[in-house]
């Protein structure tokens, strides 16, 4: 006996669906919750927005009866969906354009971005499903990779960058780091803000795992530079700044604004001129000068690490032996 299909309009489960891009972008942050109707299936769905731009979808449900949905959306984000536990096929465009350009089937992971697209999608009955979403717009996806369009997949660059008439869809396979992932968002073991954290960091590493494997190995190990000379010069006076308090040194967010950078330029041009991250030459000059204060012989070691931005004794004690390879106590011994 052939199993009976309910048919529904996607606004009738989730409300106004079409208008997914403009619901990502708003300012607001919630949690919405929906449970399935009465007689189709028990089980929920949920949408969790996190920031303007970026949002996780979690199903977890199973069906009495086969679901046929329909629905259309405008401005649609990128969406990245693990686990599809159903048949998809979707449309591009409207009226006589219209034109199929995707279909998934269950078990694969996949990335889209369809900025007008219709079609439906096929739930099947007594099938247990657990599916996690995250919709993020093109323009936070791109603030994300700070401009790189090396660590970027071909077909998006021109969407990262605004154009919103361009489509992109490409299936995956689900890896077993983004299985484990998937299922610590299912089994998310935290309740009210922690609960948020805990997923938006989920959702970035799912993000992550997503483009890795999109990105061909030569070009996720490039690293051309991508500094200009005028970018260069603000990285050497940044270091200036720095090297000239370095009791009270502005935060990496603090020097970046002072320069005229971001904090990831700012941070990835002093690795290309100067080997480490800001934080890391800010150690290493500290304990420069905290050596010579010591080879002087006229402050202790607690003052010489409140001299050179230590508030914690202990802290310097351990930074002054991982570099050197000697307490400042030692040293001393050594130098009279």
């Not at 009738?12 to 399935?36: I, M, P, Q, T």
């Not at 605004?162 to 780091?177: F, S, V, W």
């Not at 200009?228 to 700044?241: G, L, V």
Request: charged share 20%; glycine share 6%; net charge negative.
């Amino acid at each position: 006996m052939q199993q009976e299909t309910t048919i529904i309009n996607a606004d009738e489960l989730f409300g106004n669906f079409s208008d997914l891009g403009e619901f990502l972008n708003s300012e607001e942050s919630f949690e919405k919750y929906w449970g399935w109707p009465d007689g189709i299936g028990n089980g929920f769905m949920s949408m969790i927005k996190f920031r303007p731009g970026l949002m996780l979808g979690i199903w977890d449900y199973q069906l009495w009866e086969n679901l046929t949905v329909s629905f259309e959306a405008k401005s649609s984000p990128f969406i990245i969906g693990f686990s599809v536990p159903v048949n998809v096929w979707s449309t591009l465009g409207y009226g006589q354009a219209k034109k199929d350009v995707l279909m998934f089937n269950s078990g694969q992971s996949f990335i889209s971005y369809l900025p007008e697209w219709q079609g439906i999608a096929e739930y099947p009955a007594r099938t247990p499903a657990h599916t996690v979403s995250i919709y993020i717009d093109p323009l936070l996806l791109n603030t994300f990779m700070d401009e790189q369009h090396d660590r970027i997949p071909t077909g998006m660059h021109d969407i990262v960058n605004g154009a919103n008439e361009k489509h992109y869809y490409h299936t995956l396979n689900t890896t077993p780091i983004v299985n484990m992932a998937i299922h610590q968002i299912l089994d998310c073991p935290y309740r009210g803000p922690l609960k948020r954290l805990y997923l938006e960091s989920k959702a970035l590493e799912l993000i992550t795992h997503i483009l890795a494997q999109l990105v061909s190995p030569e070009a996720a190990l490039k690293n051309p530079s991508v500094l200009r000379p005028d970018d260069i010069e603000r990285i050497h006076h940044a270091r200036k700044i720095i090297s000239h308090d370095l009791e009270n040194p502005p935060t990496l967010f603090q020097l970046a604004r002072l320069v005229g950078l971001t904090h990831t330029k700012l941070n990835r041009g002093f690795r290309e001129i100067y080997g480490t991250t800001v934080f890391g030459y800010l150690r290493k000059i500290r304990l420069e000068q905290a050596k010579l204060l010591l080879e002087k012989n006229s402050m202790n070691v607690t003052e010489v690490a409140l001299s050179v931005g230590y508030n914690s004794l202990s802290s310097f004690i351990h930074a002054f032996s991982d570099h050197f390879g000697i307490t400042p106590t030692m040293y001393i011994k050594r130098t009279v």
